[in-house]
């Protein structure tokens, strides 16, 4: 079992930058990456960005440039970097972590933290 705690959200003006943080805690070792997905209110949960244990990133199209995502491995703890962020940059952000055990794979998500970016 893997728990992820997220923090770091809140209220910024468009234009504005905030930083989001997910510590994991459990069975660490066997996470594969981490990554942030966003949701809003009738909209499937999509995912922001992406990072593997060896580094490799991958983001959604519509933050590219914007956001940054990183890991703390001594922390066990991911963060993302959003910058110049939008209104429509609005939604419940979750923290995801993939684990791979005995050739099984495993999802786990954090609560959400909301970010909301006024006009």
């Known amino acids: 079992q893997v728990r992820l705690v997220e923090s770091g959200g809140g209220l910024v003006q468009a234009g504005g930058s905030l930083r989001l943080s997910c510590a994991a805690s459990?069975?660490?070792?066997?996470?594969?990456?981490m990554g942030w997905h966003r949701q809003t209110p009738g909209k499937q949960r999509e995912l922001v960005a992406d990072?593997?244990?060896?580094?490799?990133?991958t983001y959604t199209d519509s933050v590219k440039g914007r956001f940054t995502i990183s890991r703390d491995n001594t922390k066990n703890t991911v963060y993302l970097e959003m910058s110049s962020l939008k209104p429509e940059d609005t939604a419940v952000y979750y923290c995801n972590a993939r684990s791979s055990i005995r050739l099984r794979d495993y999802a786990y998500w954090g609560q959400g933290t909301q970010v909301t970016v006024s006009s």
């Open positions: 459990g069975s660490t070792f066997s996470i594969t990456a």
């Open positions: 990072i593997t244990n060896g580094g490799s990133t």
